[in-house]
């Protein structure tokens, strides 16, 4: 599988800011995803990263809000933005390989304090 | 809603005894099946995806699936300590975006 990194790995931010999250990848993928995963719940889908066009948006989160980029097929970023202690959270990206396979591997996770 | 259930546990066995951790999901048009493994302040490290109606074994793991049920399970046997995480369970209800919707995962506690 590949391997995924993420920048930051953790980080404490004051309410009102914005915050960039890195994912990269070692080998080119299809799909790239991000997830929010709150203290002591399960993980929620932000949105699917789409390579040169719009990310898609789960119900409940904007694009002002996370908007996302993905300019090659081997990077994405979320940027939460105007953050609130609301906002504090593991956020995880995943990928999925090739054109037939729905099996998603994930990052190690930035884990965001807003204070 | 599509939604996916799973016991949040803690699910406590002792070492050696057979784990069984199970999920249930709404959508009866769903093909893809998953289990993840977390261990406290990790991410998910995937164990097993099934597809197929029956059992898929991998080492010390046998995931069960029952489509007309809507009903997935892991069993988890010679259970060990290092066993000990939340496992959560994802399925795939919409395959046109490969999207996984998740469970709120089962803790699993493997007593020495």
């Known amino acids: 599988s590949a391997v995924i ?23 080119q993928v299809t799909m790239m995803f991000w997830y929010r995963q709150q203290p002591g719940q399960s993980l929620t889908l932000i949105a699917t990263a789409n390579q040169g066009s719009e990310a898609t948006y789960e119900s409940g989160f904007v ?18 933005s105007n953050m609130s202690p609301e906002d504090s959270s593991i956020y995880l990206c995943s990928v999925s390989q090739g054109a037939s396979t729905d099996t998603q591997y994930f990052g190690p996770g930035t884990r965001l304090t807003v204070l | 809603q599509k939604e ?8 406590s066995v002792p070492e050696g005894a057979i784990a069984s951790l199970n999920c249930t ?6 093909q893809s099946f998953f289990w993840y493994r977390q261990y406290s302040g990790k991410s998910p490290e995937l164990i097993m995806f099934i597809y197929s109606n029956g059992d898929k074994e991998d080492g010390r793991f046998t995931a069960q699936l029952n ?13 060990q300590p290092s ?11 919409d395959t046109g975006r490969r999207a996984l919707t998740f469970g709120s995962g089962t803790r699993l506690q493997v007593q020495p």
């Open chain 2, 25 to 30: 999901y709404s959508d009866r048009g769903s």
């Open chain 1, 5 to 27: 990194s993420q920048k930051p790995s953790r980080d404490i931010c004051q309410r009102g800011t914005s915050l960039t999250i890195q994912c990269q990848v070692d080998s």
């Open chain 2, 83 to 93: 066993d000990s995480a939340t496992y959560l369970c994802a399925v795939n209800m």
């Open chain 2, 4 to 11: 996916v259930e799973q016991n949040s546990g803690p699910l």
């Open chain 1, 63 to 80: 694009i002002d809000k996370f908007p996302i980029s993905r300019p090659n097929l081997t990077f994405s970023t979320l940027t939460v």
């Open chain 2, 67 to 79: 489509k007309a049920s809507q009903y997935v399970s892991l069993l988890i046997r010679d259970s």
